[in-house]
């Protein structure tokens, strides 16, 4: 998973110092505090963090990104490594109950079950490689290639099976940062032991390719999350803005989520007078959906969104905040169901446990480690498009 695209103006000193900061500190750089740490003081003047927070929100957020682009690079490296891991553990469990070799189970249960292409399918993979060599030259390679790829496939529907069959609890947990929804529109309980909180442009597709996700998610766990929408349009989609100020003006009608979701639908088109002719089709009162699509007066909400993603140190969507725990890009409905499912079990209250997380401290070396890669790592699929 890739994140953000990283700017040449800042230097490796300025990233490694706030990684320092944020590894041996427990400061809630993600929440407004009612009592903000005081980081300096001017001749009896102070200054809070919340105002170098707002007052230099592009530069911070600058350097924010790269922390938070080395969190999620060493969290994904270290789930990679979790789920090889499990299969491994997997594979020995089940072996030992059948009394064989680990190397014997998966002759038994994986290359027995795969046979060789026919010849026909040989002769069509033959003449797509568009090779000059014969066919007898390279059949051996193409056997090879198919049964491999199948061999692969049938293991993971095994190890599928083995993990319904043994009880797999994962309790590596993503970064975290302290979010709260703000003025935002937000759907559901307020006891609800969930919390999600998604940063997200209606004009970025990976947006789009996520919204069916979101929604079965939201239709699948009613009563138990409690769902913000905060927007954050990116700068190079002309239309993202435009398109959150809409929303806001047709949730002023009640409507946000209704006309949210149309946005999302399809290839819905997000030019103002698209925007204005779907109140319409919606029955929204037209005339007073244009006063506020014209007039401007959701700029500084969606502006104050932005900025605040701009400070968790977020430039690409979507961005999900799961009980802040972080899930970035086009997520698959499985790996947010997951995290919500981790966090019920774990209960309301787990997430603001006292006790360190592997984020805050105890990996100063392979975050720094891996906020020098990201100095260099170009966005990836469902981030900064």
Known sequence: MGFFKMSKSVSFAVIFSFLVAFATTRVAFGAQTQQSPVVAEVDGSTISMSQLQHDHVDELGKARSALLHAQSDYYNAAHAALEKEIDDQL??????KENISVKELLDRHVSSKVKDPSEETVK???LATNTKEPLDSVR???????RQLLESRVREEYLQTLRAKQQVKISLLPPREEVVAGDSPVEGPEGAPITIVEFADYQCPYCRQSEPNVDKLRQNFKGKVRYSFRDFPLPMHQYAEKAAEAARCAGDQGQFWPYHDRLFVGDAKLEETDLKALARTMKLDGAKFDSCLDSGSKKASIAADSNEGKRLGINGTPTFFINGYIISGASSYDSLAELVKQQMVAGNNQSSS???????????????????????????PGLAD
Do not use: C, D, F, M
Request: proline content about 5%; aromatic content about 4%; cysteine-free.
């Open 124 to 126: 069509i993979l033959y």
């Open 140 to 146: 051996p390679q193409i056997v090879q290639n198919v």
């Open 91 to 96: 594979l020995a469990n089940e072996a030992k």
């Open 354 to 380: 006292a006790e360190p997380s592997a984020w805050s401290g105890g990996h100063e070396s392979e975050i720094a480690s891996a906020a020098a890669r990201a100095a260099t790592v170009k966005a990836g």
